[in-house]
């Protein structure tokens, strides 16, 4: 059982599945375990723990009757930038190429930041719904 992973609540639910399904199975190894780009929910593990899920974000409004922040609230996310998801892979300059394939938006192109350690390299994304991701490599 997984103690904690990370959920994104997506806007626009089959555009972040294509964008997380292709950044997560091609550069991270996961595997999609559950679900599909017509939604509600779906979840990719990697070596029998949670990589990530994705919810979509109406589905849960109606569900808990809270209502939610959505993308329209201003270009890339209308500034609630609450978390940021970090994916460590292999090659950033990958990683980041293929998250801008599958839907992404590069906010901050792949750079060496050793400053945040002596191998650290980063590229941050956007993706298809505004959630801000960390790409990095040590």
């Known amino acids: 059982m997984d ?10 639910f ?7 399904d292709g950044l997560l199975t091609a550069v991270a190894g996961a595997s999609l375990v559950k679900g599909d780009e017509a939604g509600p929910y779906a979840n990719w593990d990697r070596d029998g723990e949670a990589v990530l899920a994705l919810l979509d974000r109406e589905m ?22 609450g978390t940021m998801l970090v994916l460590t892979v292999d090659d950033v300059d990958r990683a980041a190429a293929v998250a801008a ?3 992404g ?5 792949p750079v060496a930041r050793p400053e945040w350690g002596p191998t650290c ?18």
């Open 3 to 12: 103690a904690l992973y990370p959920r994104v609540l997506a806007s626009r």
């Open 60 to 81: 849960l409004a109606r569900a808990t009757g809270i209502a939610l922040g959505s993308a329209s609230e201003g270009e890339g996310g209308g500034g609630r930038d």
């Open 105 to 109: 938006r590069v906010v901050a192109p």
């Open 101 to 103: 394939a599958c839907g």
């Open 121 to 138: 390299r980063t590229a941050h994304l956007r993706d298809p719904d505004g959630n801000l991701l960390e790409i990095q490599s040590y």
């Open 14 to 20: 089959a555009e972040c599945f294509r964008f997380y």
